[in-house]
């Protein structure tokens, strides 16, 4: 593997890699393998902190222990990643307000432009590992009902205005993000107009009583609260939830569908700070291996290493038009189209 032998090579030549970094004070942050502090940590030690949007974490509790695993034995050197994981616009504004992460792996690439503007990745992100763009997951969106509730199965039922829907808040999670234009695109992809795809979407947040924060706790108001008939939510939450014994009822619309991409990069302002970026280009390229893409699978993300995709295949439907975030003009363009004060997300609620 090309990650190996440059590794190897860098570790005959005797290189090492240190890296101090200050911790950092969250209740959402976790710690792996825990050890010395930043100013008691050898030559051989080095701490990494990777920041990410709040359902990535049963996916990364596998890969983190088996990338400290493989640098230890590549390249002989201790690492500790710490972890935190909460809504992604929250996460993003936290990195850029001072939360010195290492690498940053949010629900959407929207948030890693928002870095890069403020001067803490450098353009170019999305081209660090050829061919994925940055991405090292995908989803699409699911529909969940309750037990023996109202059955919905298919996007227009979500315009009922007997159905209450429950899904997080675009302008703090990007989950909602995908949600909402997922709802427009299921309009416009079919080749509806710009005004009925306003009106459609409309008619839906006329029936979402609350706004949670993030996915997290969109999930907690359906489950935990019992509010609402329909929950918005990821596919690879509700294969996460099967795999644990928590069956529920969902359907995957396959008519039409948008490819929930998450993308990663490396924190260019925080890692040359603190000689960290060696082993953090290092960790962003093992979420690439085969090992780490079946991680994300068995967490029930659609893998992009198509090998790994192949494995799985049979846990993921086919959807017969899945459209992405070009279809809307890269998230840019999206961005400030629906999501920034005053757009069309701001348009559909004014009349809650």
Same mark, same amino acid.
């Given at each position: 593997?090309?990650?190996? &032998?440059?590794?190897?090579?860098?570790?005959?030549?005797?290189?090492?890699?240190?890296?101090?970094?200050?911790?950092?004070?969250?209740?959402? #942050?976790?710690?792996?393998?825990?050890?010395?502090?930043?100013?008691?940590?050898?030559?051989?030690?080095?701490?990494?902190?990777?920041?990410?949007?709040?359902?990535?974490?049963?996916?990364?509790?596998?890969?983190?222990?088996?990338?400290?695993?493989?640098?230890?034995?590549?390249?002989? $050197?201790?690492? #500790?990643?710490?972890?935190?994981?909460?809504?992604?616009?929250?996460?993003?504004?936290?990195?850029?307000?001072?939360?010195?992460?290492?690498?940053?792996?949010?629900?959407?690439?929207?948030?890693?432009?928002?870095?890069?503007?403020? *001067?803490?990745?450098?353009? *170019?992100?999305?081209?660090?590992?050829?061919?994925?763009?940055?991405?090292?997951?995908?989803?699409?969106?699911?529909?969940?009902? &309750?037990?023996?509730?109202?059955?919905?199965?298919?996007?227009?039922?979500?315009? !009922?205005?007997?159905?209450?829907?429950?899904?997080?808040? +675009?302008?703090?999670?990007?989950?909602? &993000?995908?949600?909402?234009?997922?709802?427009?695109?299921?309009?416009?992809?079919?080749?509806?107009?710009?005004?009925?795809?306003?009106?459609?979407?409309?008619?839906?947040?006329?029936?979402?009583? #609350?706004?949670?924060?993030?996915?997290?706790?969109?999930?907690?108001?359906?489950?935990?609260?019992?509010?609402?008939?329909?929950?918005?939510?990821?596919?690879?939450?509700?294969?996460?939830?099967?795999?644990? *014994?928590?069956?529920?009822?969902?359907?995957? +619309?396959?008519?039409?569908?948008?490819?929930?991409?998450?993308?990663?990069?490396?924190? !260019?302002?925080?890692?040359?700070?603190?000689?960290? &970026?060696?082993?953090? /280009?290092?960790?962003?390229?093992?979420?690439?291996? +085969?090992?780490?893409?079946?991680?994300?699978?068995?967490?029930?993300?659609? +893998?992009?290493?198509?090998?790994?995709?192949?494995?799985?295949?049979?846990?993921?439907?086919?959807? /017969?038009?899945?459209?992405?975030?070009?279809?809307?003009?890269?998230?840019?363009?999206? $961005?400030?189209?629906?999501?920034?004060?005053?757009?069309?997300?701001?348009?559909?609620?004014?009349?809650?």
């Amino acid at each position: 593997m090309k990650l190996q &032998r440059r590794l190897f090579s860098k570790f005959l030549l005797g290189l090492t890699i240190s890296g101090v970094i200050a911790s950092c004070a969250s209740p959402s #942050t976790t710690t792996e393998n825990t050890g010395s502090t930043a100013e008691s940590q050898s030559q051989e030690e080095v701490t990494l902190t990777l920041v990410s949007y709040a359902v990535t974490q049963a996916a990364y509790e596998k890969i983190v222990p088996q990338f400290v695993e493989y640098w230890e034995e590549t390249t002989g $050197q201790k690492v #500790t990643i710490d972890q935190s994981y909460g809504g992604s616009g929250s996460q993003t504004r936290a990195v850029i307000d001072g939360l010195e992460a290492d690498i940053v792996a949010l629900a959407l690439a929207s948030d890693t432009y928002a870095l890069q503007e403020a *001067g803490l990745v450098e353009p *170019g992100w999305e081209n660090e590992v050829s061919g994925q763009n940055g991405i090292i997951t995908r989803s699409v969106v699911a529909l969940v009902s &309750r037990e023996g509730g109202q059955k919905v199965e298919t996007w227009q039922d979500l315009a !009922d205005p007997n159905i209450s829907v429950i899904t997080a808040n +675009p302008k703090t999670s990007g989950g909602a &993000r995908w949600n909402f234009l997922a709802l427009w695109g299921s309009i416009t992809q079919a080749g509806g107009s710009i005004e009925q795809a306003t009106e459609y979407v409309a008619q839906v947040y006329s029936s979402v009583t #609350t706004l949670p924060k993030d996915a997290r706790e969109a999930s907690d108001v359906f489950y935990t609260r019992n509010q609402g008939d329909v929950l918005m939510n990821y596919e690879n939450e509700l294969l996460l939830a099967e795999s644990q *014994g928590r069956i529920q009822p969902y359907v995957i +619309p396959t008519d039409y569908n948008i490819s929930i991409e998450g993308p990663v990069a490396v924190v !260019d302002g925080y890692v040359d700070r603190r000689g960290t &970026r060696e082993v953090a /280009e290092a960790f962003v390229e093992f979420l690439y291996t +085969p090992e780490a893409q079946r991680a994300f699978a068995e967490a029930g993300f659609r +893998p992009v290493n198509e090998e790994v995709f192949a494995e799985f295949s049979d846990k993921f439907p086919v959807v /017969e038009n899945l459209f992405t975030i070009e279809d809307f003009g890269g998230w840019p363009t999206a $961005q400030s189209e629906f999501f920034d004060d005053g757009g069309i997300f701001d348009q559909a609620i004014s009349g809650r």
